[in-house]
């Protein structure tokens, strides 16, 4: 066989289409965004390559305008989850077995499609259902999601690759990296297409079957990728889509003698359950399940004196507010200098009175809706706690209307209570809580910053002065899994920024590097003597 098939490209991000006015990208999604908007489609559960029509279905509706009705999508229940088990195990060991390198050209080609034929479709399914602007989609539905896939492959090469140093004479030791005896549950959130697509392709990459469970708040998307990995080769029941409650999922799944891990992302609380039941039902596994999640954060930007003005305001409006703050890595309290107070205070009005709030269909808006009638609630019970507090103040926002679609003014709120509730809790929405601290206080405040959350996945310093930056930089260590100098909190890139965080925030397996990958193999150590002894005494025991 040549050689040549074990080189798969090297990966480059996937560059950022602009959708500047005139350009063919925008007026390909225009065209899609009016297509998608008016088709009503029928998301069956796939199993095995079967689409099943359950007849418990649920309406899908966008978010920013409740009279688009984009389709329904049937629910697994206990029978099609149990199917889901038995034909991902059949399809386990032709699946394990199939050389890496023909594992590799399929998710390669799911790229390369995304990146070409979908591009337009999965952008504006992205904005259509989860409410996303146009850059957004393109940064997440595009080019996130094909970079994971590539760098992946790449990534998943390199473990093969890794094999031990030391041969003695006469013996050629040798790593093998098998797949999980079991499937991997692949449960995803509703804001990120990439991640959905991420948590289910990541372990199947790696040889392993995967079952998954959308968000019920993102079926929409994900659908259309299963229609494209079919395209692109993977065989049947290697990844099978299984919309469903969680409690019927949770019965079943954590139950089986074959699970062999969980690959998710989404709130603290569910993580700390799931960890919990899989705890309880430790002595029915073949294997101690592998765990990996990315939950909850409350990320900060901290700010030092030094810092300039213009850069903090802008970070704080695009960390806090891009897609209506419903990102893992929101910037969603942030520390300012009091000497700095007044002038980041009237910046950030005026900056935030620039922001246009509506439909993904009008390119020139910066924020839509969020995504469901209850994230509206979460978020406006946070804003009506402010509106009612003595110890805060809604300095700009807080305003929401729920007529059209779910939508939420970007909200401004400070408070000198580092325990006050929104200070404290993850909100998941516009909302930015700020504090100021005495210029004097940097040190002291660090420390509170670093110690007053339960979370650890992203946060900011801006400074113009390194030993300011190098004082954050050791006090916080632990603060964040991202850790971002003078830049906003959010945005990681894959293969540049691995992804993830510690404390409540998750396991810190780093999506976007081999460190995420190699929680998908089992490795077995292979020792081969050529020529094996045939007697039983050594050296030393030779007579005087």
Known sequence: ???????????????????????????????????????????????????????????????????????KYHQAGPEEIQKSIDVSMAARKEWGKMPWFHRAGIFLKAAE????????????????SIGKTAIQAEIDSACELIDFLRFNVHFMQQIYSEQPIANSKGVWNSLQYRPLE????????????????????????????????????????????MKIFKEAGLPDGVINFIPCKSSNLSNIA?????????????????????WETIGKNIWNYKSYPRIVGETGGKDFIFAHNSAPLEEVVVASVR????????????????????????????????VMATIKMGSPFDFTNFM????????????????????????????????????????????????????????????FGPVLTVTFYEDAEYEKYLGLCNSGNEYALTGAIFAQDRNAINLAFEIMEDSA????????????????????????????????????????????????????PVAIEYPHMEAE
């Open 254 to 274: 954590f139950t089986s003698p074959d699970f062999g891990g969980i690959h998710f992302t989404g709130g603290t609380s569910t993580f700390k359950t799931i």
């Open 182 to 225: 079991g499937f991997v549950l692949a449960v995803t959130p509703f804001n990120f297409t990439a991640i959905a697509g991420n948590l289910p392709t990541a372990p199947a990459m790696m040889g392993n079957v995967c079952i998954w469970k959308p968000s019920t708040d993102a079926v929409y998307v994900p659908y259309l990728m």
């Open 319 to 350: 960390g806090s507010f891009e897609y209506q703050g419903q990102k893992c890595s929101a910037a969603s309290r942030a520390y300012i200098p009091m000497s700095m107070k007044d002038a980041y205070l009237k910046r950030m009005k005026e």
């Open 113 to 128: 499609l995304i990146s070409t034929k979908y591009r337009a479709q999965m952008n504006a399914a992205t904005m259509l």
């Open 368 to 427: 839509t809706a969020c995504v469901s009638k209850k994230s509206f609630n979460d978020i406006t019970g946070y804003i009506d706690f402010a509106k009612e507090a003595s110890d805060a103040e809604i300095v700009v926002g807080g305003n929401y209307d729920s007529s059209k679609g779910w939508f939420i003014e970007p909200t401004l709120i400070t408070t000198q209570n580092l325990e006050f509730k929104t200070f404290k809790e993850e909100i």
């Open 481 to 532: 899994g991202n850790f971002y100098i003078n830049d906003k909190p959010t945005g990681a890139v894959v293969g540049q920024q691995p992804f993830g965080g510690g404390r409540g925030s998750g396991t810190n397996d780093k999506a976007g590097s081999y460190l995420n990958l190699i929680r998908w193999v089992n490795t077995r150590t292979v020792k081969e003597t050529f020529v094996s």
């Open 1 to 71: 066989m040549n050689n040549s098939v074990f080189n798969v490209p090297k990966p480059i991000n996937e560059p950022i289409l602009d959708y500047k006015e005139g350009s063919k990208e925008k007026a390909e999604l225009k065209a899609a965004l009016k297509e998608l908007s008016e088709q009503y489609i029928e998301i069956p559960v796939v199993i095995g390559g079967e689409e099943i029509k359950t007849g418990s279905t649920v309406e899908i509706t966008a978010p920013f305008d409740h009279d688009i009705k984009l389709g």
